[in-house]
Nanobody, 125 residues
Framework: QMELVESGGGLVQPGGSLRLSCAGS????????IGWFRQAPGKEREGVSA????????LYADSVKGRATISRDAAKNTVYLQMNNLVPGDTAAYYC??????????????????WGQGTQVTVSL
């Protein structure tokens, strides 16, 4: 069974950091561009970051630029999202997904077609 498995979420204080992981189970992530999205209660799902297959094309939402770093580890079949200086507005369920593009695309949900179950990030005192 193919799955995307997110992990690394949790409760963190404002100003703290988290590293989210997206691992492929029965799925070779190395042949897909991967995106990270988030969805807060009552809000639409929004793109956070994406990385191309080769890792040379990277997108960040304006809301996380300078605070987020996306990377991929081919040997571990995993894509990471490092989030620093977290603020309460970052509170959401975070999802990773495979893109329908390999080299260039947009950070919008309709360009991603296979999704994980999500990991919750809560930023609070």
């Amino acid at each position: 069974q193919m799955e995307l498995v997110e992990s690394g979420g949790g409760l963190v204080q404002p100003g703290g950091s988290l590293r989210l992981s997206c691992a492929g189970s029965g799925l070779n992530l190395n042949i897909y561009a991967i995106g990270w999205f988030r969805q807060a209660p009552g809000k639409e799902r929004e793109g956070v970051s994406a990385i191309s297959v080769k890792g040379d094309y990277i997108l960040y939402a304006d809301s996380v630029k300078g605070r987020a770093t996306i990377s991929r580890d081919a040997a571990k079949n995993t894509v990471y999202l490092q989030m620093n200086n977290l603020v309460p507005g970052d509170t959401a369920a975070y999802y990773c997904a495979t893109a329908m593009w390999s080299d260039y695309g947009d950070l919008i949900p309709r360009q991603f077609d296979f999704w994980g179950q999500g990991t919750q990030v809560t930023v609070s005192l």
